[in-house]
């Protein structure tokens, strides 16, 4: 029947806890962006305003360590003319989902690109905020 179990601990680190970090950010051209920040960190907070132009119909992808892309969302336009964008006010990008953890130990950067890319997607506004890294904030 219904009965929940609380899985935090109830003595040493809360599992919760963050460690905020402004991250730098580049580029938010139709190559995508390019996510700064000091080693360690794996989750991320996202804000972003996105924008495309008519018949592009573009998807965001993250690219892994190794080149591999994962699809984060996309957007369909139409052939009317417009220029359509969207705002996400508070995405989280956890990398550990793509990544391993000694990978995650070192990386610096990260990367959201556009796939076609074929009428200058861009991101007209990005920014990100480290919260979690490796050893800290219950890893």
């Not at 190559?31 to 305003?49: D, E, R």
């Not at 990386?107 to 997607?121: A, E, H, I, Q, Y």
Request: aromatic share 14%; net charge positive.
């Amino acid at each position: 029947m219904g009965f929940c179990k609380n899985i935090l601990p109830s003595k040493g680190k809360d599992p919760l806890k963050t460690e905020p970090i402004d991250c730098v950010v580049s580029n938010k051209r139709t190559g995508g962006v390019t996510v700064s920040y000091p080693a360690g960190y794996y989750q991320f907070k996202l804000a972003y305003t996105y924008q495309q132009f008519d018949r592009s119909n573009e998807n965001i992808y993250y690219r892994d360590s190794v080149g591999t892309l994962h699809w984060l969302g996309s957007m369909g336009a139409d052939d009317y003319g417009y220029s359509p964008y969207y705002s996400i006010a508070n995405l989280i990008l956890d990398l550990s989902l793509f990544e391993s953890a000694e990978t995650l130990k070192k990386m610096t950067s990260f990367s959201l690109v556009f796939g076609p890319n074929s009428r200058d997607p861009h991101f007209n506004s990005f920014s990100a905020v480290g919260l979690r890294k490796i050893g800290g904030g219950g890893r």
